[in-house]
């Protein structure tokens, strides 16, 4: 992307605050908000910016890639690890189902399914399982996190909270070598322990590419989950971690 001399100059400011809004960065350059959204946006279009109402943060090195990107990439892992969640899950049943990919692939496995109460964070799952009227959808208040289709905060947490979930289904940043999990910021760590701690069965849906990133937030342990799935074996060193039956790992 080839910059303009104003996004340059906007590039350096939030390399220096880290996040501004829309009204404070048209002040600075006395121009209308209209010019200073437009230069945001394609910011945010280059991955340099990442959006939030009303302005913007720097994108970190290391930081999540686009929703839509991970949205295609090992579908086909996403999709089986979707299919054998469901399995786990009978009729009738209170799910609380986390953000992410791999969930919406559960969301989508278990869309025909049977008189489900599912309580998401994840607009995508929320729509796919609405779309069977059997199933009773519940999301949370407050603000979108855009360009991502998910709600997170202390309000979809409280949510979380307010229910004791025959099962809960969510995924991950990555995992590391010991089994530690991680994300990519703090909000997404506690909305997937809030989540976690809510549930009496928990299954952690993870392809092979969380096994590769390394995230810097920490949020848990791959041994506090009851089941987990993935599309290939464990790397060599966490699977010397892991023992026993807790957790169950599943290869599919």
């Given at each position: ?5 104003r ?30 959204r ?39 892992g996403?999709?089986r ?12 049943a209170t ?50 996190r ?6 997170l ?19 991950v ?5 010991d ?25 952690l ?10 995230p ?6 791959l ?10 074996p ?19």
């Amino acid at each position: 992307m080839d910059l303009s001399d104003r996004q340059t100059r906007i590039v350096a400011l939030f390399r220096q605050h880290g996040e501004l809004s829309v009204d404070a960065l048209a002040e600075h350059f006395s121009v209308a908000t209209q010019t200073i959204r437009r230069d945001v946006n394609a910011l945010c279009d280059a991955n340099v910016l990442r959006r939030y109402h009303g302005g913007a943060r720097l994108m970190t090195p290391g930081a999540n890639q686009p929703y839509e990107v991970r949205r295609v990439r090992n579908l086909e892992g996403k999709v089986r690890i979707g299919h054998a969640a469901a399995e786990r899950i009978p009729d009738g049943a209170t799910v609380l189902l986390g953000i992410g990919t791999t969930p919406e692939q559960v969301a989508v496995a278990l869309v025909h399914r049977k008189r489900l109460c599912v309580i998401t964070n994840n607009l995508r799952a929320a729509l796919v399982l609405a779309s069977n009227s059997e199933h009773r959808v519940v999301v949370p208040g407050g603000e979108l996190r855009s360009p991502n289709p998910e709600i997170l905060g202390d309000e979809a947490d409280r949510l979380f909270r307010a229910y004791r979930a025959d099962v809960g289904v969510y995924s991950v940043g990555g995992i590391d070598d010991d089994g530690t999990l991680l994300d990519y910021d703090r909000v997404e760590a506690a909305s997937r322990e809030a989540l976690r701690d809510a549930s009496r069965y928990r299954i952690l849906v993870a392809d092979a590419y969380k096994f590769t990133r390394k995230p810097s937030v920490r949020g848990g342990q791959l041994d506090e989950q009851d089941l987990v799935i993935t599309d290939a074996p464990l790397p060599a060193p966490l699977n010397h971690r892991v023992g026993g039956d807790s957790p169950e790992i599943l290869v599919v």
